[in-house]
């Protein structure tokens, strides 16, 4: 795993799983049989994206040896 995602590209990913959350919740109230999975789904895409993102720009910052 030499080469990370972009930024803009990690973000993209991390909205999308607020999007999937957001519909997810939407679906809940309405009592709807996939709701569940759509938020298992988001909430695993952030948690992905997020240690992605913290993890390249923990990199970014160490000093080139």
């Given amino acids: 795993m030499n080469e990370l995602p972009s930024y803009p590209r990690l973000f993209t990913f991390f ?3 607020v999007a999937f959350v957001l519909l997810g919740a ?3 109230i309405q009592h ?7 938020m298992l789904v988001g909430l695993s895409v ?3 994206a997020g ?3 913290v993890y390249r720009f ?3 910052r ?3 040896e």
């Fill in 32 to 38: 709807a049989q996939a709701a569940s999975w759509l």
């Fill in 26 to 28: 939407l679906l809940k």
């Fill in 62 to 64: 160490q000093p080139e």
């Fill in 15 to 17: 909205f999308a799983g």
């Fill in 46 to 48: 952030q948690a992905v």
């Fill in 58 to 60: 923990a990199k970014s």
């Fill in 51 to 53: 240690t992605l993102l």
